[in-house]
Nanobody, 114 residues
Framework: QVQLVESGGGLVQPGGSLRLSCAAS????????MGWYRQAPGKQRELVAR???????HYTDAVKGRFTISRDNAKNTVYLQMNSLKPEDTAVYYC????????WGQGTQVTVSS
């Protein structure tokens, strides 16, 4: 069983930055593929970025060059650094841990607006 708790969301102006954190409980955090997903109102949840146990990263095209996913296995935490934020980045962001089964956090709201 893995519990995930996200933090770091909020309201930011276009062009601003936020860093999301996801703290995981349970064992074997380093073995999980960790990901960030987002869901905007009226839209399906979509993958934003993921990082493998060995540190290989993948990003959706819309955030390449602006977002960076990283993990600290000693702290059981995964991060999403978001720069040059746009209004279309507004969504609830969810942390995901995958290893044969998907675990989800409760989500954190990110609003990009002037």
């Amino acid at each position: 069983q893995v519990q995930l708790v996200e933090s770091g969301g909020g309201l930011v102006q276009p062009g601003g930055s936020l860093r999301l954190s996801c703290a995981a409980s349970g064992r074997a955090f380093s073995m999980y593929v960790m990901g960030w997903y987002r869901q905007a109102p009226g839209k399906q949840r979509e993958l934003v970025a993921r990082i493998s146990s060995s540190g290989i990263t993948h990003y959706t095209d819309a955030v390449k060059g602006r977002f960076t996913i990283s993990r600290d296995n000693a702290k059981n935490t995964v991060y999403l650094q978001m720069n040059s934020l746009k209004p279309e980045d507004t969504a609830v962001y969810y942390c995901n841990a995958a290893s044969g089964y998907d675990y989800w956090g409760q989500g954190t709201q990110v609003t990009v607006s002037s």
